[in-house]
């Protein structure tokens, strides 16, 4: 079956310092990979996208890979600051792109 | 303001009493989804539609139903709830064609069966 692995549940790390999340997937073929930033009690939000055949993306202090046959993704946060705290999750978008299956999240707490 | 609104917010009720959350989106979205979020579980997809009159089943569907009678509303049903549907419940939308480019969020409902 399909399965989704985001590295650890909790995350911590000094403010300034880049902050490295893992998304693993087995059994799928996803043509999109997505990461949210979610806070409690809150909905996610969209950060960035980025496709099977792009290596990497990024969006100003944030950066993507995916690699397809690692069949794994990494969400960098670089000079990482105590408001970037929050869980962060990936999804895989596949079947015509209209499902779309979510990890779990990893929680980033930056320390002070 | 373009957003997704959800109604309630926290709902609590008891086994086998009907009930129904409301999902609005005011962004003319074709495609609208719902989620379920559960500790150690994450985000699992109930279901989606993209358009009126078109709905599907995600990995979740057990126990719930949807409708698309209009663009602008996907309502999400539990005929007869019980404990293990007590969860946090998001909606979302996305333009058509556009899901892999984003999906916007509701702010979430909290229901509690006992």
């Known amino acids: 079956s399909q399965k989704i692995e985001q590295n650890s549940e909790a995350l911590n790390i000094q403010e300034g310092k880049t902050a490295t999340l893992t998304c693993n997937y087995t059994?799928?073929?996803?043509?999109?990979l997505q990461w949210y930033r979610q806070d409690p009690g809150r909905g996610p939000v969209f950060l960035l996208l980025?496709?099977?055949?792009?290596k990497e993306k990024r969006k100003e202090r944030l950066k993507v890979t995916f690699d397809t046959t690692l069949k794994q993704s990494l969400f960098h946060i670089t000079a990482s600051q105590p408001a970037d705290s929050a869980t962060y999750l990936c999804?895989?978008?596949?079947?015509?792109?209209?499902?779309?299956?979510f990890g779990i999240g990893t929680k980033l707490q930056v320390i002070p | 303001e373009a957003q997704v609104t959800q109604n309630p917010r926290y709902l609590i009720t008891v086994t086998g009493k009907k009930l129904t959350v409301t999902c609005s989106q005011n962004?003319?979205?074709?495609?609208m989804s719902w989620y379920r979020q559960d500790p150690g579980l994450g985000l699992r997809q109930i279901y989606y539609?993209?358009?009126?009159?078109?709905?599907d089943k995600g990995d979740v569907p057990e126990g719930y139903k949807v409708s698309r009678k209009e663009k602008r509303n996907f309502p999400l049903i539990l005929e007869s709830p019980s404990p293990n549907q007590t969860s946090l419940y998001f909606c979302?939308?996305?333009?058509?064609?556009?899901?892999?480019?984003?999906?916007?969020f509701g702010p979430g409902t909290r229901l509690l069966v006992l």
């Open positions: 539609s993209m358009n009126v009159e078109v709905t």
């Open positions: 999804a895989l978008l596949s079947g015509g792109y209209q499902k779309v299956t």
């Open positions: 962004m003319n979205h074709e495609y």
């Open positions: 980025i496709r099977e055949n792009e």
């Open positions: 979302a939308s996305s333009p058509a064609g556009q899901l892999q480019e984003t999906q916007y």
């Open positions: 059994n799928y073929s996803p043509a999109y």
